[in-house]
T-cell receptor
C-alpha cells in the first residue's frame, strides 16, 4: 500500500456519461497529480494541485476537470465520455514539487 | 514540441546480465528527470535527477543525467527476474508539467 488511495478501482460506463474519480494523497503530501495511461498514448500528465490550488496543467481535455478540497483529497471529473477516454487514471502525491512522487493503484475506466 | 524518447523499446536478457536503458529529451525549461518502474500496477519512483554528472544509486540500479547532451541512462547490474517491468522516464519542466516516454519493457529470463 503506497499510501495514496484511489477509488473506485474499476468503472464501466456508457458514452456520454459523467464520472468522478477520487484520490486521497499520502498523509502530509500537499501536491496531487493526475495522469492518464492509455495503450496507444502511454502515460500522460493531466493536472497538478498544490494545497488546494491548481499548479500545473498538462494534456487535460476541456471535458475533464479536477479540484482539490481543503482536506487535500482530489477529484477528477470526466464528462461527455467517449470510447477513447477508456484508460487507467493514476493519481500521485508528493510533499511539494520537487520530491519523489508516490502513485496510487489507479482507476481503470472503461467506456462502452 | 516537447518530447521524451526512450530506447530500446524492449529488451530481453538473462539473469545476471547488465542492462542500460536510455532516455533522451527535448523539453523547454527543464527542471528534473525522473525514472519509474512499472509492473502490473502503478509506477514506483526510482530516481529524480536534476544535476549533470551526479550518479544516483540504489542497490543494483544507478542513473546519471547529462544536461548538455540531453539524456539520461538507467543501469541495472546483475539483473534478476524481479527486475522485469516497464521502465518509464519522465521530464518535469519548471511549469511542473511532466512529459513521459513510452517506456522500455525489460524481460529478465532465468
Amino acid at each position: 500500500d503506497s499510501g495514496v488511495t484511489q477509488t473506485p478501482k474499476h468503472l464501466i460506463t456508457a458514452t456520454g456519461q459523467r464520472v468522478t474519480l477520487r484520490c486521497s494523497p499520502r498523509s502530509g503530501d500537499l501536491s496531487v497529480y493526475w495522469y492518464q495511461q492509455s495503450l496507444d498514448q502511454g502515460l500522460q500528465f493531466l493536472i497538478q494541485y498544490y494545497n488546494g490550488e491548481e499548479r500545473a496543467k498538462g494534456n487535460i481535455l476541456e471535458r475533464f476537470s479536477a479540484q482539490q478540497f481543503p482536506d487535500l483529497h482530489s477529484e477528477l471529473n470526466l464528462s461527455s465520455l467517449e470510447l477513447g477516454d477508456s484508460a487507467l487514471y493514476f493519481c500521485a502525491s508528493s510533499v511539494g514539487d520537487v520530491y519523489g512522487y508516490t502513485f496510487g493503484s489507479g482507476t481503470r475506466l472503461t467506456v462502452v | 514540441e516537447d518530447k521524451v524518447v526512450q530506447s530500446p523499446l524492449s529488451l530481453v536478457v538473462h539473469e545476471g546480465d547488465t542492462v542500460t536503458l536510455n532516455c533522451s529529451y527535448e523539453v523547454t525549461n527543464f527542471r528534473s528527470l525522473l525514472w519509474y518502474k512499472q509492473e502490473k500496477k502503478a509506477p514506483t519512483f526510482l530516481f529524480m535527477l536534476t544535476s549533470s554528472g551526479i550518479e544516483k544509486k540504489s542497490g543494483r540500479l544507478s542513473s546519471i543525467l547529462d544536461k548538455k547532451e540531453l539524456f539520461s541512462i538507467l543501469n541495472i547490474t546483475a539483473t534478476q527476474t524481479g527486475d522485469s517491468a516497464v521502465y518509464l522516464c519522465a521530464v518535469q519542466n519548471t511549469g511542473n508539467q511532466f512529459y513521459f516516454g513510452t517506456g522500455t519493457s525489460l524481460t529478465v529470463i532465468p
